[in-house]
């Protein structure tokens, strides 16, 4: 099967990161497993900054974010 923008390789990486995808409660868990969850940054200088969370897998990160740039 091919899914537009990732890749046989990509998408081996990405299943060989998630394993069982059953071991994830629901859509939520897997997204803040890769670190792609949006979290609000605050500061004394700056209200609120939209941003990922970045606390998960960071080469799984990677894969997702470079099949992305390729479907776009």
Known sequence: M????????TGSVILGKI?????????????????IDPVIKEGEKQRSQK???????????SEIYRSTLSAV
């Not at 941003?51 to 990160?61: E, H, T």
């Open 2 to 9: 091919n899914i537009p923008g990732i890749r046989p390789i």
């Open 19 to 35: 394993c069982d995808i059953n071991r994830f409660k629901n859509a939520e868990k897997l997204v803040a497993f890769a670190g």
């Open 51 to 61: 941003a990922m969370s970045k606390r998960g897998d960071s080469s799984l990160r």
